[in-house]
């Protein structure tokens, strides 16, 4: 592996990603950020140093090197949607953007240097070298799944950041965000417009944190209205979903879709504290709702007690940051239209935690290995995570129950449609909503 890096290297150095007539003198392999667990990519850390004197801190992503993984995983299109959001979608935001008013409205991404994807059987041919942040102070949180108060506050402040950059492009040129993200793999769903974890996955993995709540108390969710409304999403899951997934104007964005702890940095203060944070796998990005994001963020990296406490306090700090993050002839969406959109596409949020969240609560042990052997991969998912994920997932249940988040639209959606190349023809009339 060093010597195919060292080759490879010198043929990007000298083709000018890191200047013009510049040839690699130097390089240095290391680790750092161990406990990043990354699932279609292998990563390299990379110290080198080119001939005009200048030095590099690199991350190198490599696909997975399993060809059977490769195809479950869809890694050649995550690895496509990530060079399209590098190489397309940041310059187009950041030049919509312009200068800042003062630092608190800039949002940080890693720089790209380099980025190739041939969609070849052979790992080498298709490559990622983005900068090592870690160089910059950023890292992640020391907790492994949910994030304290500090931190979710921090982190709701970067995603309304990152959306505020959609509102800004769409009001200074409308149409062309459309056009930006054509190209976008829409990653959740295959060809045939099924959710890509199928074999009633969603329904059952749903299921696992309804039974345990209807358990742990019968007598007040037994017959409760949103628990008779989450059994009929799951009857019509792929329907369901890809409505969440239609881009609704004026109020769409360019989605993350997987904020959470493991793709989330943060930057720490003297006294430990975080007050900035970036984001890095831009792999599956979608023009959708805020809430795409909001719920899903909320739901993985929150437990029960921090949603009964601060609930409210979260999105009113996102609605507040979003504010702040454009110029005040943008319009954004205040609480009461990010409440509406919530209860109309936070069961996506509850499909991906539901089959995410165990996973990351499981034992270390227990890796993909584990599936690739397993006799029923439906078993492996449905065991993840033991006792503490199903009670997890019973405590969203119960939270999402309480808040009435099963109100999704049931409009005819064409499964073969780009969303964000429908939605151009209605922006324009529809933007002064928010005015």
Same mark, same amino acid.
């Given at each position: 592996m060093e010597h195919f890096v060292e080759e490879e290297l010198k043929t990007i150095v000298s083709e000018g990603a890191f200047g013009k007539n510049c040839s690699l003198m130097s390089f240095k392999l290391y680790n750092c950020m161990a406990d990043m /667990?990354?699932?279609?990519? /292998?990563? *390299?850390?990379?110290?080198i140093t080119t001939s005009d004197g200048s030095h590099y801190s690199i991350m190198i992503k490599l696909k997975i090197q399993d060809l059977e993984m490769r195809g479950c995983f869809g890694c050649d299109f995550l690895f496509n949607n990530e060079l399209i959001f590098y190489k397309k979608i940041v310059p187009f935001l950041l030049e919509c953007r312009g200068p800042t008013v003062n630092d608190a409205h800039a949002l940080f991404v890693p720089r790209l240097f380099y980025g190739r994807n041939t969609f070849s059987k052979l790992t080498a041919n298709d490559v990622i070298i983005i900068e090592n942040v870690s160089s910059l102070g950023y890292c992640l949180s020391n907790t492994k799944v949910f994030l304290?108060? /500090?931190h979710l506050i921090i982190a709701l402040r970067t995603i309304a950041k990152f959306h505020g950059l959609s509102y800004t492009a769409k009001h200074k040129h409308p149409g062309r965000i459309y056009d930006i993200m054509e190209n976008v793999h829409n990653v959740q769903f295959d060809a045939n417009g099924h959710w890509m974890s199928q074999n009633d996955i969603f329904k059952k993995c749903g299921k696992r944190g309804v039974n345990r709540l209807l358990e742990r108390d019968g007598d007040r969710y037994q017959d409760h209205v949103h628990i008779r409304r989450l059994n009929e999403l799951f009857d019509d899951a792929d329907k369901t979903l890809m409505q969440t997934l239609k881009a609704q104007e004026p109020l769409s964005v360019i989605c993350h879709s997987d904020f959470h702890r493991d793709t989330l940095l943060f930057q720490y203060d003297e006294d430990g504290r975080?007050?900035?944070a970036l984001t890095i796998d831009f792999y599956s990005v979608h023009y959708g709702s805020p809430a795409l994001d909001l719920s899903s963020f909320l739901y993985m990296s929150t437990t029960q007690r921090v949603r009964e406490l601060h609930w409210d306090d979260f999105l009113d700090t996102y609605c507040a940051a979003l504010a702040a993050s454009v110029q005040p002839d943008v319009p954004v969406p205040g609480r009461?239209? *990010?409440d509406v959109e919530m209860a109309e596409t936070a069961i996506n949020a509850f499909a991906k935690v539901s089959f995410c969240l165990p996973f990351k609560l499981r034992d270390r042990s227990d890796t993909l290995d584990s599936l690739a052997t397993s006799d029923d991969p439906?078993?492996?998912?449905?065991?993840l995570g033991g006792d503490m994920a199903t009670e997890c997932l019973a405590d969203m249940v119960q939270h999402f129950?309480?808040?009435g988040y099963t109100d999704v639209r049931r409009e005819s959606c064409d499964v073969n449609s780009n969303h964000a190349k429908d939605a151009k023809s209605t922006y324009c009339e529809s933007s002064q909503q928010l005015s």
């Open positions: /667990e990354e699932w279609w990519y /292998e990563k *390299i850390f990379c110290n304290d108060y /500090e975080p007050f900035d009461a239209e *990010i439906l078993d492996y998912f449905l065991e129950v309480d808040m």
